[in-house]
C-alpha cells in the first residue's frame, strides 16, 4: 500500500495515511493555499483522498478527530522541521542521468562510511560531489551513509530520526541528496543508506497519533519496541517496507544497512526482515537493478543471513563486529567492557576462519553462551572494519584508533581489514589517520530529552574503565570537534599513510586470491606465543598463492618454526616496516625459496606471491 503524498498523472496527488484507530482524519492545506479536505477510511484503516490543481511546493498537516493537527508520518520532506508541516516532493521531475548504471555486487564493494554533516565543512550533500574523485582515486566504490532521515535540529548521528521516508533538511533535502546519487553513478560509486527500523527518536515523533505503531511487550534501549507482530502490525510492516522502495525507487539507492536489527523483536511465523528481503528482491527483479540489504545484529546469529529457503531471514550481509574487537584488543591492549570477551590472536583466527568469534561458547561479558556457528557462511555476507561510527563515537571521548595506537598499528589494522576475505569497510578519515574524534552529538530542543541524553551517556560506559567525563551532546562544540580536517590527507605521515591503504585496496582488486571471497580458499595459522596471523590465500582459477603475516607483537620477533611451507619462489609484496611506509626498516627478504626462520618488526603486516605469478 503506498503511503504518504504521491503524485499520479495530470495534477493529481493522492495523499494516503494509516490510522486504523481513528474516526475522522481530514487534509489540511497550510501553504500557498489553506483547505480544508475530508479523507475516506478503507476496510484496513487507511484513509485517502485525492486532490488536484496542488502547488509542488504545497505544505500541509493531518487534521486528526477534529482537533490535533499532525506531519505526515510517511512525509518525502519536512523544510522547517520534525515540528512543522509536511511537504510534497515531485519525484518525476528530477533528471535522472544514471539510465547505464549497473550496480556493483556486494563481494566487490570497499565500504566507505560517512557522516555527512561533518564530512565536510558545509555539511551537505552537495558539498560530498567534489570529493568523489578522490575517494575513487583511493579505490572506493561504495560510500555508506549514515542516516539521513529527518531528525531534530540541525545536528545528529541520525539515529534519532522521527521521518523514516524525509530527508534531512539541512543536509540538502531531497534535491541534494538525489544530486548527489546522480554523480555518484556516473562516476560508478554506489551507495548504501544506513537506515533505522528497530525505534524513532523521542522528540517529534507524532506515530503515537496515528496507530499502533508501538508495543509494550517489549523493550528495546532506545524506547518503545515498534509493533511488528501484534495486532494491526500488518499496518507497520508496511509502513517499513514501504519505506525500504521508497530509497530504491526514489532515491537510486543500491542497497540499505539495517541497523541494530537484533531491537527488532518479531516472534511471527513470517517476520518482518524476512518479508522486508522478499520485498527488495521483488524490487529488484522489477526494476533490473541489484538491490541489497546489509544488517547490524549483536546476536551471532546466522540466521539473519541464511536463506529463507532454510528458514533465514534472507539479509544479503552482516556486521561482524567480532572481526572488530579481535583486531581492536590486539593493537589497543583495551580489555574493559565487552572487550573483554577478546584480546587473544586465537580470537581474530577464529573470526578470520569463521566470520563469528563466539558460535556458542560462554561470554564473561555476558555472563551466558553465546551465539551461533557461522561456519557454512560464504565471506562474502560479512563486513569487517577496524573503525566504524560505533566503535569510534561509542566511546567517552570518541577516540579514533590514531589516537590509541602508533602508526605502525594503523598500517597493521588496515591490513588485517584489506587484505581479509570479507567485505572492507573504511569510517571516513581513517585512511589517512584522521585525528579529530567522532563524538555523539544532539540539537534537540525539549530539554527532558536532552538531559535524558546526558545520564544515558554516562549510564552507556560504566563497564570501561574511562576515567574522563562525556562531552556535552547538545553542545556546538561537540559537533564542530567531530569534522574531519580533509586537506591532511596530502601531508606528512597523513599521505603515507593514504597511500598505504591505497595501495592495499590496489592488491585485493587486481591480485585474484586477494579479490575472491572464499573461506574454502585459505587457511589460517597462529604463534600465541609470537602473537602472529599467517593467512595464506588463493584463487582456484589462478594458482598463484599470496601469504600475509600478521605481527601484533609490541616487539620485534623471530619465527623459527614458521606454520606453512613455502612451496616454490616467493617474492614480497608488502612490507609495512619498509621506510617507504615510514617503517623502521625491514627485516624480511625480499624473496624466499625455502621454509627458514622469520624476522618481523612490531606491529608489521607483510605478504609474499608466488614469484612465478608475480
Known sequence: ???????????????????????????????PVKKMIPMEKNEEGYWRASVGDLSFELLYLYRLEGDRCRPDPASHSQPKGVHGPSQVVDHDSFHWGDDDWK?????????????TGTFTPEGTFDAIIPRIDDLIHLGINTIELMPVAQFPGERNWGYDGVYPFAVQNSYGGPLGLKRLMNECHRKGMAVVLDVVYNHLGPEGNYL??????FTDKYKTPWGSAINFDGAYSDGVRNFFTENALHWFVNYHVDG?????????????????????????????KKTGRRFFLIAESNLNDPKVIKPKEVGGYGMDA???????????????????GYYMDFGKISHLAESMKEGFVYSGQYSHFRKRKHGNSSRERPASQFVVFSQNHDQIGNRMVGERMSALTSFEGLKLAAGVILLSPYIPLLFMGEEYGEETPFLYFISHSDFNVIEAVREGRKEEFKDFMWKEDPS???????????????????KGIHAILLEFYRTLIQMRKEIPALSMLDKEKMTVRRSDEENVLCLRRWNKEDKAEVLCIFNFNTNDVTMKAF???????????????EDRWHGPGTLLPDSTDRMSSLSLRSQSVAAYQQEEFV
Open 256 to 284: 540499505l544497512r539495517l541497523d541494530a536489527v537484533h531491537g527488532i523483536v518479531d516472534i511471527s511465523a513470517r517476520p518482518f526482515l524476512q518479508e522486508l528481503g522478499e520485498r527488495a528482491a521483488d524490487c529488484s
Open 208 to 213: 503515537w497519533d496515528f496507530g499502533p505503531y
Open 1 to 31: 500500500m503506498k503511503i504518504g503524498a504521491n503524485y499520479k498523472r495530470k495534477g493529481i496527488w493522492e495523499f494516503t495515511v494509516w490510522a486504523p484507530l481513528l474516526k475522522k482524519v481530514d487534509l489540511m492545506t497550510v501553504s
Open 103 to 115: 550496480g556493483i555486487h556486494l563481494s566487490q564493494m570497499i565500504l566507505y562510511e560517512l557522516h
Open 472 to 490: 556535552d551532546p547538545q553542545s556546538v562544540d561537540t559537533f564542530l570537534q567531530s569534522k574531519i580536517h580533509w586537506e591532511k590527507r596530502n
Open 318 to 336: 552482516l556486521w561482524c563486529d567480532d572481526f572488530h574487537h579481535s583486531i581492536h584488543t590486539l593493537i589497543t591492549g583495551e580489555v574493559d
Open 563 to 577: 606454520p606453512f611451507q613455502w612451496v616454490g619462489k616467493w617474492r614480497k609484496i608488502l612490507d609495512s616496516s
